[in-house]
């Protein structure tokens, strides 16, 4: 049995195929690749009951994911992350068939490491010696680690100001780690650079290789089968460089396809930061891409991308689908961050709490009329982002007496 049905890469813009069995960057022209499958020798060849009996990572989809050989497979049990209902906020923000899809309990804590996964099991697959990124944070840390199990060397390039977890994580992992006193893509010319210089390096940066979302497809065939086969009415989803949303749409195109799903797609929406929410912009003006912010800023750390490569996917996956771009303040997701956990038990991170805040505004619009089943995606935990919470509680003398 084949393990792969990949078939090829084609360009994003023009269509244009291009080989998927060397290393790949962008397409001639600049514009993300994105990796095609033989829908029909897999529509020949499993089925969803059959899939239902693997293990349970995002490997059980093999067919649809792009490494050639079992034996190329880079894992740390990634993948099957819980669907969780939430009743008490649900009901609190009047939507009462809301759920949660929790990234935070993969490796690495955040859902980049799905990204890393399937990236790095292709790259070594590939002969890939090294991989080169610049980051926000979270998706080094994933690929670090990724690199560190596949025995392959790791250079991250990261802003000062990341959340220092993630530093931590690189390092812990043997990661070649630079701080850079900026944004993420000056961290990203950096790495360029670099790469240009080291013989063996791949550039894994957000779009720059064909497989990162591959790995975070997964999410869309997870939801699809944690309900049965079937799609939610809404999905929400934390936007920065936007490979999720893209990633989530791609995969549910390829289920219709397969016939595993029916009916129409859940409405995709973008949720962003008020202080960096150039697709929301894009989408409010009725335009196909986004122009940079020019002071961008948000406690969402990971979502803090001026300039995303892939903007005209995330903007045709909301647009396709009938769903929206919606912005939010600091103040509103960090207070959502609070109220969700007061309700729920549930200390999402920052990028996740953005959506639960949109869930909000969207149901007090009337863009949600309160009968849907709208999934959130919380791409990590809150343990990464423990400056989110503030502890000021009083000190007891170990004689003292609680009042």
Not at 114 to 131: D, F, H, K, Q, Y
Not at 193 to 217: C, F, H, M, N, W
Not at 234 to 246: H, K, M, N, R
Request: net charge negative; with cysteine; aromatic share 6%.
């Amino acid at each position: 049995m084949t393990f792969s049905s990949l078939s090829h890469l084609e360009c994003s813009r023009d269509g244009s195929r291009h080989d998927a069995d060397v290393v790949q960057g962008t397409s001639p022209i600049g514009a993300p690749l994105l990796a095609r499958y033989d829908l029909a020798q897999v529509a020949d060849t499993v089925t969803r009951e059959q899939i239902g009996h693997r293990p349970p990572t995002l490997w059980r989809y093999h067919e649809l994911l792009p490494v050639r050989s079992e034996r190329n497979v880079v894992s740390l049990g990634e993948g099957m992350t819980p669907l969780v209902d939430l009743p008490r906020h649900g009901a609190r923000l009047g939507v009462p068939r809301l759920a949660m899809k929790d990234e935070g309990l993969v490796p690495t804590g955040a859902f980049k490491a799905r990204g890393a996964a399937v990236g790095v099991s292709r790259a070594a697959e590939l002969g890939v010696r090294g991989i080169a990124m610049p980051t926000n944070g979270n998706a080094g840390a994933a690929w670090a680690a990724y690199a560190a199990r596949a025995g392959l060397d790791a250079l991250i390039a990261m802003p000062v100001d990341a959340p220092e977890i993630t530093r931590r994580e690189c390092v812990v992992t043997g990661a070649e780690l630079y701080l850079v006193d900026g944004l993420i893509g000056d961290a990203g010319a950096l790495v360029r650079q670099a790469v240009a210089a080291r013989t063996g390096y791949q550039d894994t940066s957000t779009l720059r290789e064909p497989y990162r979302i591959e790995g975070k497809k997964t999410m869309g065939y997870e939801i699809a089968e944690q309900l049965g086969w079937r799609c939610p009415d809404v999905i929400l989803y934390p936007t920065g460089g936007g490979v999720g949303i893209i990633a989530i749409h791609k995969a549910l195109l390829e289920l219709r396809e397969l016939g595993w799903i029916t009916g129409d797609l859940p409405r995709l929406v973008a949720v962003q930061a008020a202080g960096c929410a150039p697709i929301v912009d894009a989408f409010d003006a009725g335009l196909a891409e986004s122009t940079a912010p020019a002071a961008p800023h948000t406690v969402a750390f990971g979502i803090t991308v001026p300039k995303a490569l892939g903007d005209f996917l995330v903007l045709d996956a909301v647009r396709s689908t009938g769903g929206t771009a919606i912005a939010v303040t600091d103040e509103e997701l960090l207070a959502a961050q609070h109220q969700l956990a007061r309700d729920e038990g549930a200390w999402v991170c920052p990028e996740g709490a953005a959506c639960f805040a949109a869930v909000g505004q969207l149901r007090e619009s009337g863009w949600l009329d309160g009968t849907e089943e709208v999934v959130v995606l919380n791409t990590g935990s809150g343990l990464l982002y423990p400056d989110t919470v503030p502890v000021d509680v009083p000190t007891l003398a170990k004689d003292g007496v609680i009042p």
